[in-house]
């Protein structure tokens, strides 16, 4: 029981460098059928996952902001029933992100 309670603290840092911090999701859709779910991967990096569950192809920008950085632009195209991710890395850790998502049916 001792060594279990030894293995619990020394694993106790580990769990508390889990990447953390608040995502605000823009949507912007026009009609495109979509999905978009923010993920904190990394202290340093992001990602959004793009479900078209429509019937029509769809072209998709998002625009990942991270405070005073320059803001990093991912453009994909999304074909009916197709699942793509969109990640962004930072130079500094991420404290607050904002991702606006702008997507137009083709």
Do not use: H, W
């Not at 904190?40 to 990942?64: E, H, K, M």
């Amino acid at each position: 029981m001792k060594r279990l309670s030894y293995l619990f603290l020394a694993l106790l840092p580990l769990a508390a460098t889990a990447a953390s911090y608040p995502v605000e999701l823009e949507q912007q859709l026009n009609g495109a059928e979509i999905t978009a779910t923010p993920e904190s991967i990394d202290r340093d990096l992001a990602g959004l996952l793009l479900l078209n569950y429509g019937q029509a192809p769809a072209v998709c920008t998002a625009v990942f902001r991270n405070g005073p950085e320059a803001p990093r632009t991912r453009r994909t195209e999304l074909q009916p029933g197709e699942r793509k991710a969109l990640t962004s890395k930072f130079k500094r850790d991420v404290i607050r992100l904002r991702i606006k998502l702008t997507c137009e049916p083709k």
